[in-house]
């Protein structure tokens, strides 16, 4: 079997990775496996079970009886937690709130990474999360360090809030991506960290479009190193 290409993109919230990852995966012929989602959709089923989140065990337990599927549409990538379709429901100021504690459970991070590797078994895929060039494809062929400015990312977000018919607030958002961005840099389970051999790429005034091309750009040069 001819050997698969990965590519790991990591950073802070709402650098662009997800958007990015997924024109790069589309361009390459690639998947595209948006880690944040399954975090996001474990947090939804815990808030909605109403189970105590400050437990570990509680929450690894509803883990252990969560079924995460991503399905492709014309609208764009769906998300199912027990074949409820969540994808607009993860994205909600409670999800926000909880999920980056949820996500610093190393039993959740465990499971988590397993499932992700299991998924991406002999596929060529673009990835996106916090520790997906440390944790969950240590030998990707390219990763990805994506940054930008907090206020160019928070300015991102409320823009992509206003437009889908979101309240949004602004300074909100910069507290938000702050503590997010703290919580998962700081915990022990794989904090957010650029992997020794990823490129950094700073974003802050750059284009989605040129963020992609120099993606592949990348991605092309290192394929002609093989
Ligand atoms: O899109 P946004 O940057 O807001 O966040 P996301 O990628 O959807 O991820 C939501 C949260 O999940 C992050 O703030 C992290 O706490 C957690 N996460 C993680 O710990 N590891 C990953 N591989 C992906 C997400
Ligand atoms: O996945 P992550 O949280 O890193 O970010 P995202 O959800 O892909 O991007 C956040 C917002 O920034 C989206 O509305 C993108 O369209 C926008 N964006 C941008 O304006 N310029 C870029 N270079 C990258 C993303």
Request: proline share 2%.
């Amino acid at each position: 079997m001819s050997k698969t290409i990965s590519i790991a993109i990591d950073g802070p919230a709402a650098a662009g990775k997800s958007t990015v990852a997924k024109k790069v995966a589309h361009a390459l012929t690639y998947i595209y496996v948006d880690t944040g989602a399954m975090y996001r959709a474990l947090t939804y089923k815990v808030l909605e079970d109403g189970v105590e989140l400050s437990s570990e065990d509680n929450v690894y337990n509803v883990l252990q009886n969560c079924d995460i599927q991503f399905e492709q549409s014309k609208e764009g990538q769906l998300v199912f937690v027990n074949g409820q379709e969540v994808t607009k429901a993860i994205r909600t100021q409670g999800v926000n709130d909880h999920v980056s504690v949820i996500a610093s459970y190393p039993s959740v991070r465990q499971e988590m990474v397993n499932r992700q590797q299991t998924m991406i078994k002999g596929r060529n895929v673009v990835m996106d999360g916090r520790d997906i060039g440390t944790k969950v494809i240590p030998d990707a062929d390219l990763k990805i360090f994506m940054i930008a400015s907090v206020a160019e990312r928070a300015r991102r977000r409320h823009e992509e809030n206003i437009l889908s018919g979101f309240e949004s607030d602004l300074e909100q958002l910069k507290e938000d991506i702050k503590r997010r961005d703290d919580i998962d840099s700081t915990r022990e389970a794989s904090p957010l960290v650029k992997a020794q051999d990823a490129v950094e790429l700073d974003t802050t005034s750059m284009s989605i479009d040129e963020v992609v091309q120099q993606i592949i750009t990348l991605a092309e040069e290192r394929a002609d190193l093989r």
